[in-house]
């Protein structure tokens, strides 16, 4: 599998974007940088965009991208995101006055954009691949995926303070072979972390220890906030016995 760093921040200047991966060119996770990060070929190549939840730094680029597709006629892209999250993109998004419904809006041969609900904990196939959602612990629902193909595995952690589930099913998951795991605030903002529902780096290296052999694992953190940058790679630089990095704007990762 061939990962792209589309965005990899939690917030947004000229240097900074918001989350969003891409893996094998053709499967978006989360959207909130997938068209200001790629060109419009690359946009069209999409089949499909998981969204882990409904926040606008995870979402906010699939205005852009529906409204591109649908003038390139490119396919229906697949939505997939758990009830929660697409019941918000429905009704507070996608609902005719923020932005046009473009589930109802015709592409290729098919609506521009097509829901599919992800059943917590079920595979469901999703652009070719295995798709596995979670549940992890943020200020709203939000599931961190599963994604596998040919035996081979990455885990997403959505956004997340401290959780429990997602663990669990990491340590069951002989297969993995890379984390994309949310960081967002240095230590000392550790009460606002809590409140918000995001892992600093001292409650991250407390969880990824939940994980039996995660010093074998690469583990790429994502989410920090622009503020804070540098202090929290300096924080997460003293971490031991993990294998973490922090992956840069179009970085290419294979596992
Ligand atoms: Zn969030
Ligand atoms: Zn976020």
């Not at 240097?15 to 094998?24: E, P, T």
């Not at 943020?138 to 303070?161: L, M, P, Q, R």
């Not at 622009?226 to 202090?231: A, S």
Request: hydrophobic share 40%; proline share 6%.
């Amino acid at each position: 599998m061939e990962l792209y760093v589309v965005g990899c921040h939690g917030g947004e200047t000229p240097k900074h974007r918001a989350s969003s991966f891409l893996l094998d060119g053709t499967l978006a996770i989360d959207a909130g940088a997938v068209t200001r990060g790629l060109d419009i070929e690359a946009q069209g190549k999409l089949e499909a965009c998981l969204v882990s939840h409904a926040h606008l730094d995870h979402v906010r680029d699939l205005a852009t991208l529906a409204d591109n597709r649908c003038q390139l006629g490119s396919p229906p892209l697949v939505v997939a995101g758990t009830r929660p999250t697409l019941e918000a993109l429905r009704r507070h998004f996608f609902n005719g006055v923020l932005w046009p419904d473009f589930t109802r809006i015709p592409s290729g041969g098919g609506n521009t954009i097509e829901f599919v609900e992800l059943e917590l904990e079920k595979p469901t196939l999703i652009a070719g691949r295995s798709v596995l959602a979670v549940p992890v612990s943020h200020t709203i629902d939000c599931a961190g995926f599963v994604i596998e193909k040919d035996g081979a595995a990455i885990a997403y952690s959505g956004d997340t303070g401290p959780t429990d589930r997602l663990w669990e099913v990491l340590a069951a998951t002989p297969s993995l072979k890379a984390m994309l795991v949310e960081v967002s605030f240095p230590d000392r903002h550790a009460a606002l972390a809590t409140v918000s529902g995001h892992y600093t780096p001292a409650t991250l290296a407390a969880d990824l220890k939940k994980l039996p052999n995660v010093e074998s694992i690469p583990t790429l953190l994502y989410h920090i906030k622009p503020i804070f940058q540098r202090e929290v790679e300096i924080e997460l630089a003293k971490l031991t016995g993990v294998s973490v990095d922090v992956p840069k704007l179009e970085d290419l990762f294979s596992f």
